[in-house]
C-alpha cells in the first residue's frame, strides 16, 4: 500500500456512535476500538514514520444538525487535511424511537449546508463520505428502509459534488452479509459494528484511499 497522508497532516473522523464507539472525549488522542482505531493502527504500523495525526470527533447520538451546530470547535478548530464523515442513521432512528423524524429535505439541507462550510473554510481538505447503513438483525429495522433510503441516495448526490471519496457502507455491509457473514456478526443490533464489521469499514476505507 502506498503512503495515503503527507507527513504532518491532520485526519479527522466525524459522526455518531458508529465513529464514536466510546472514545474517551477528554483524550484528543482516543481514537476508540471502532474503525476510526483500526484505521490507525493499521496505517501507523506500515507507516511508523509518517507523523500523520489522527483525530476523532465523533460524538453517539448525532444527526447532521448536531454536526453543523459543532462545526466550529469539532470541525473549524481541528483545521482537517482528511475528513470523513458517517452520518444519517440517527436522523432515521429519532423518527421510530422518539418520533422526532428528520425529513429527507432537512437531512439534505444540513449536510449540504455543512460540506459547503468546509469547502469554503479548507479548500484543500480532501473528504470521504460514509454512507449511513442498516441491517435487519432485529425485526423492526427492515421498515426503517422507508426512511433511510431516500437520505442514502442524498448521501451519493452530495458526494458526487463535493467529496474525493465515496464509501457506499449499506452496499459493502450488504454484500458482505450474503457471501461471508450474518446481520448479526456485523452489527447485532443492525447499527452498531461489531468488531468485525469496524474492520470491515477500516479495511474498505483503506481501500477507498488507496485507489484515489
Not at 130 to 157: C, G, M, T
Not at 177 to 187: D, F, L, P, R
Request: net charge negative; with cysteine.
Amino acid at each position: 500500500m502506498k503512503e495515503l497522508f503527507k507527513k504532518g497532516q491532520v485526519v479527522l473522523f466525524q459522526g455518531d456512535s458508529i465513529t464514536d464507539c466510546g472514545r474517551d472525549r477528554d483524550d484528543i488522542t482516543s481514537l476508540s476500538e471502532g474503525y476510526p482505531g483500526v484505521v490507525a493502527k493499521l496505517y501507523n504500523t506500515l507507516f511508523p514514520e509518517n507523523g500523520v495525526t489522527f483525530i476523532n470527533k465523533g460524538i453517539s447520538g448525532n444527526r447532521v444538525i448536531d454536526l453543523l451546530d459543532r462545526y466550529e470547535t469539532d470541525f473549524k478548530a481541528v483545521k482537517p487535511d482528511f475528513l470523513s464523515i458517517l452520518i444519517g442513521i440517527n436522523d432515521t432512528w429519532r423518527r421510530y424511537d422518539s418520533n422526532e423524524p428528520t425529513t429527507t429535505e432537512e437531512y439534505e439541507e444540513n449536510y449540504r449546508t455543512l460540506l459547503t462550510r468546509i469547502k469554503k473554510d479548507f479548500p484543500d481538505c480532501k473528504i470521504m463520505i460514509i454512507e449511513p447503513f442498516v441491517l435487519y438483525s432485529l425485526p423492526d429495522r427492515k421498515a426503517w428502509r422507508e426512511d433511510l433510503d431516500p437520505k442514502i441516495h442524498v448521501a451519493r448526490a452530495l458526494a458526487k459534488e463535493f467529496a474525493d471519496y465515496y464509501l457506499p457502507l449499506d452496499g459493502i455491509f450488504a454484500k458482505a452479509e450474503v457471501e461471508q457473514y450474518t446481520c448479526t456478526q456485523i452489527a447485532e443490533d443492525g447499527v452498531h459494528p461489531t468488531a468485525i464489521g469496524h474492520s470491515i469499514i477500516a479495511e474498505e476505507y483503506l481501500k477507498a484511499l488507496s485507489k484515489g
